[in-house]
């Protein structure tokens, strides 16, 4: 059973001898753009229904945060699952179900008569359903690109910031005509776009040295025959004619082998050497916990959630408190939107120039990015803070945008370990996820200072630029010797592989050919 399924996967599988660096994957592109627009951009723009639901519900402003944060730690906390489901059934399949769970619960939603009926369709489904779109979309993405995977993926992911400006408006206006509900419903039917981009996300494959697998199975073959052919001339012939024979032999062997179809290879060599033993691909790779510089990189991702949601959420409470009018406020936001666009692009095209070492240009945009968060609690004025927060926004973009496609990168894990990468990274991410914005709240409690919380979320992107920093180092230290030992290790295996080969087959073969070989040297005596 485990075998068909896997092997409907495969089907309409594209395969691929190198990464193709566009054709098809340019369709995936545009895909993952619009699910970053139904899903973060959702999930960004949701704020514009917190005073309706306070009312309606007349619950908390606490109370109602939590539905989006349920959300967003539900959507990292299943990453893992969504990693294994699509190992188990394809990219497409997953994306098309997480489609359909993201726009159910959004509209379900729009029928829910408590905070806790919201928690459960918008909160779980929803954030399943988005963790199912995103995670498996970004993944087969990176497939298709190589040279330009930077470029591509940082493009493709502003589908959220331009989310924000059409939502925002959008959403409002429709609030205002039809109410709340409707315009929930509205949302959740748009979200069933999802389903049409995971059908548009064509499997592929990476096929290299196809040819050297055949030439293989023919040698061994040769092998195996020639001494079995050998081994039964010897019985009926003397030494002196059992040379020519073998080598006839070897001749019309070789012949037959050339003439034959590759099923009669296969089988020859399966009858030869028994059944082939299959390797078993893993659904979730947790070899990668051993790899120290993603073990480092994790650790970047922990502590650099901590500066992604909290700027945004304390930036226009912080200007209201330095006496700034709330509708100058207001542009603060649309500032940080714009500039994060910027951000992700240029970051695309800064890494997309070769050779460079990414992981350092990587380095060089969190370091900014801390700058940007101690900036903050020093401005007083509309104009500093407008400077801020476009500063924090372009460099919030360069680190955002480029984060989770960095993995596919030789210094962390490659892209053939991606899948199983991104399942545990946003995995552990969502504990940041989930207690950055409380910790900044309580800080901002305890000190009645809203520049506190700009102060928390330096300090966390301060332990991310350590964490980053180290990752370099340790594939160039503890992974090599590591893979040091490994190779020695296969090497030692190799040799006592190959010395059981030649102990196995030619013993007997000797012995009797010394048998024959004395038997002919007595009667050529006794002559």
């Known amino acids: 059973m485990a075998a068909m399924a896997n092997a409907k996967t495969c089907i309409n599988a594209k395969l691929y001898t190198k990464v193709p660096d566009g054709g ?66 394809g990219h497409r399949l997953v ?34 359903g988005c963790c199912l779109s995103f995670i498996p979309t970004v993944t087969i993405l990176s497939q298709y690109f190589d040279k330009k995977r930077s470029l591509v993926t940082a493009a493709a992911s502003t589908g959220e910031c331009f989310a924000v ?19 929930l419903l509205v949302v959740g039917v748009l979200q069933s776009c999802i389903v049409v981009c995971g059908s548009l996300l064509r499997p592929m494959k990476i096929q290299n040295d196809a040819e050297e697998t055949p030439k293989k199975e023919i040698m061994d073959t040769t092998y195996v025959l020639e001494n079995e052919k050998t081994l039964t001339s010897i019985d009926s012939i003397d030494s002196g004619v ?123 945009f969190a370091i900014l990015l801390f700058v940007a968060l101690i900036a903050f609690p020093f401005a007083t004025e509309f104009w500093g803070l407008m400077v801020c927060s476009v500063f924090f926004g372009c460099m919030l973009g360069t680190v955002a945008g480029t984060h989770i496609p960095l993995l596919a990168d030789d210094d962390v894990v490659g892209i053939e370990k991606m899948s199983s990468a991104v399942g545990v990274y946003v995995f552990i991410q969502s504990i940041a996820g989930l207690a950055g ?60 592989s190959k010395e059981k080969d030649v102990h196995d087959v030619p013993i007997d073969f000797l012995e009797m050919d010394f048998e024959k070989l004395d038997g002919s040297v007595e009667s050529g005596e006794t002559v």
């Not at 012949?255 to 290879?265: A, C, L, M, V, Y």
């Open 437 to 496: 914005p409380p910790l900044a709240g309580v800080l901002v409690d305890q000190t009645k200072n809203y520049g506190s919380a700009f102060y928390s979320c330096a300090a966390g992107m301060a332990l991310a630029v350590i964490s980053l920093a180290l990752v370099r180092p340790c594939k160039n230290g503890l992974c090599k010797r590591k893979e040091t030992q490994s190779k020695e290790e296969d090497t030692k295996e190799e040799e006592a």
């Open 242 to 364: 059992e040379i020519t024979s073998h080598q006839k032999a070897n001749d019309n062997l070789k012949s037959e082998i050339e003439n034959d179809s590759p099923q009669e290879k296969t089988k020859m060599l399966e009858e030869a050497r028994g059944p082939m033993k299959k390797t078993k691909i893993p659904l979730l790779d947790f070899s990668i916990l051993k790899n120290y510089s993603f073990i480092c990189y994790v650790f970047f991702g922990l502590f650099g959630t901590l500066a992604f949601f909290a700027p945004s959420l304390y930036i226009i409470p912080l200007s209201i408190s330095l006496g700034i009018d709330k509708d100058l406020s207001a542009y603060m936001l649309s500032g940080m939107a714009i500039a994060e666009v910027f951000g992700r692009i240029g970051a695309g095209l800064i890494l997309n120039k070769r050779p460079i070492r990414k992981i350092y240009i990587e380095l060089i």
């Open 165 to 183: 400006f059409a939502f925002a408006p959008a959403i409002t206006a429709l609030k205002d005509q039809m109410g709340w509900r409707c315009s």
């Open 95 to 128: 994306v098309m179900v997480g489609g359909v769970l993201t726009s159910f619960g959004m509209i379900a939603a729009s029928f829910a008569q408590s905070v806790n009926m919201m928690y459960l369709t918008i909160g779980l489904v929803t954030g399943l």
């Open 24 to 89: 098809w994957g340019w369709v995936v592109a545009v895909a993952f753009f619009f699910v970053e627009v139904f899903t973060y951009g959702v999930i960004k723009s949701f704020g514009v229904f917190f005073n309706e639901l306070m009312a309606f519900f007349n619950e908390s402003n606490s109370r109602i945060s939590w539905i989006l944060s349920i959300c967003v730690f539900v959507m990292a906390f299943s990453a893992p699952l969504s990693t294994v489901l699509s190992n188990r059934f």
